[in-house]
């Protein structure tokens, strides 16, 4: 089985108003030793292009059951394992959320390492084609995924088992395992200008070093302890990445990347903000959305010269009727995605509600985004359902149940969406023709 060849390739000073406390790779003993870099390539991070067939993994895994010492003693073997080129790609098969994560592993050689994650190829489907197909599903978390990250080749992702994995898409293998994180990983983020990796847990922010995989920086404030909800709940960086946006309690940090200090904050909620996003603008001044736990979506207009703390420029109204749990934006157009089961469509330049999309789904809208090369728009919710929806109309065009928990991140790169799941599974998604069927019977 080849490599997924489709995915690419590639991979002004401000006034101090505060600053972190701030700890290096001098505070920290032996400091090349903070992560785990996996390139055993024969036994523990087996090649993607080496995989067995269907046959020899199912001896292999048979042998391997009869060592009372085996990894793989308590794990369920399987009949078969489908492997196909991107030419004539594989479809899904939602499998049962208590049985899917040891299905999956359990495909892996005997000699295999079950710690080091794995790109697999996903199980060919005999039900209907759907409009985004999976492709690949990735394996290696021991635990509940929170957060994800994908900047050309490769993934981050974060997890309740309180590690952070860089992936390389184009092997298909882990590259990378993130420790030193005290608590869940919740939020993870490239900096592709720095080449640095942000990962958070509570309200610590490490910066990574992509390309030693050592931390560079750890910022944390005493100031955030206090605060009624500590934790960072989401980051985003401006368009020059010089400026992180961290939301934490009710109010948005903003750090100086380059003087590692806080220049401000935005305020003006009065719950804890859950996401924000910076938004595309034709001039020097960074807009930033916030949703919140208030219900309310706001706008901010980062002003260079105010230091201290900024309020929204605009409240969208009417607000939703729980917390917002997420935000996309496509061209003109706001996405924000509720508590409320709700989904409401925006338009940013007027500020109106354009579409309240009633009922979109049966659980909390935890994660947005768009079809790659598409104006479609994809949903996910606590119960594992992924939605498509027309950008223009807002007419639902399919519905997949693609994971067994609760999609907690949706992100995309130039041609495949990702999905990160409370089932410890990230999967890896491709339009399908049906896709294309579905756009065309709209007009």
Not at 168 to 178: A, K, V
């Amino acid at each position: 089985m080849p490599p997924p060849s489709g995915i690419p390739q590639s991979t002004t000073n401000r006034e101090r108003s505060g600053s972190f406390s701030e700890s290096t790779t001098d505070d920290v003993p032996n400091a090349t030793m903070n992560f785990q870099r996996n390139t055993r390539i024969t036994k523990s991070a087996r090649p993607f292009s080496k995989s067995s067939s269907a046959s020899s993994l199912k001896n292999n895994v048979k042998r391997a059951s009869s060592n009372r010492n085996s990894p793989l003693m308590e794990r369920r073997t399987i009949g078969e394992t489908t492997t196909s080129s991107l030419a004539t790609p594989p479809q899904s098969e939602v499998l049962d959320s208590a049985d899917v994560f040891k299905r999956l592993t359990s495909s892996l050689p005997p000699e295999a390492d079950p710690d080091i994650g794995q790109i697999l190829p996903s199980k060919a489907s005999t039900s209907k084609p759907d409009s985004l197909v999976c492709m690949y599903t990735a394996t290696g978390h021991s635990n509940a995924i929170l957060s994800l990250d994908v900047m050309g080749d490769l993934m981050v992702t974060g997890s309740k088992d309180r590690t952070a994995k860089v992936w390389d898409l184009n092997s298909s293998e882990e590259l990378l395992s993130l420790s030193q994180h005290k608590r869940d990983v919740t939020c993870v983020k490239f900096c592709p200008s720095r080449n640095l990796i942000f990962t958070v847990y509570q309200s610590t922010i490490k910066m990574w070093d992509l390309r030693t995989g050592n931390v560079v920086k750890t910022l944390s404030s005493g100031m955030f302890q206090s605060m009624g909800e500590s934790s960072i709940m989401d980051l985003d960086l401006n368009k020059d990445g010089n400026v992180l946006y961290s939301a934490i309690g009710n109010t948005v940090k903003m750090v100086d990347l380059r003087t590692y200090s806080t220049i401000g904050k935005l305020s003006g909620h009065t719950g804890a903000v859950t996401c924000l996003l910076v938004a595309p603008t034709g001039h020097n001044h960074d807009n930033v959305v916030t949703g919140s736990k208030d219900h309310y979506v706001k706008i901010f207009e980062v002003v260079d010269e105010v230091a201290g703390s900024q309020m929204p420029r605009q409240n969208l109204e009417p607000p939703h009727y729980d917390g917002v749990q997420s935000l996309a934006m496509k061209d003109k157009f706001l996405f924000s995605g509720s508590r409320d089961n709700t989904i409401k469509k925006w338009n940013f330049s007027n500020h109106d509600l354009e579409q309240h999309l009633t009922s979109a789904h049966k659980d909390w809208v935890m994660a947005l985004n768009f079809v790659p090369g598409y104006d479609v728009l994809i949903s996910g919710d606590r119960r594992g359902l992924m939605k498509l929806w027309d950008v223009q109309s807002c007419k639902q065009l399919g519905e997949i149940p693609a994971h067994g928990k609760a999609i907690n991140a949706i992100k995309c790169n130039s041609n495949l969406v990702f999905t990160a799941s409370s089932d410890r599974l990230v999967r890896l998604w491709k339009p399908s023709e049906i896709l294309d069927e579905q756009i065309a019977e709209l007009v």
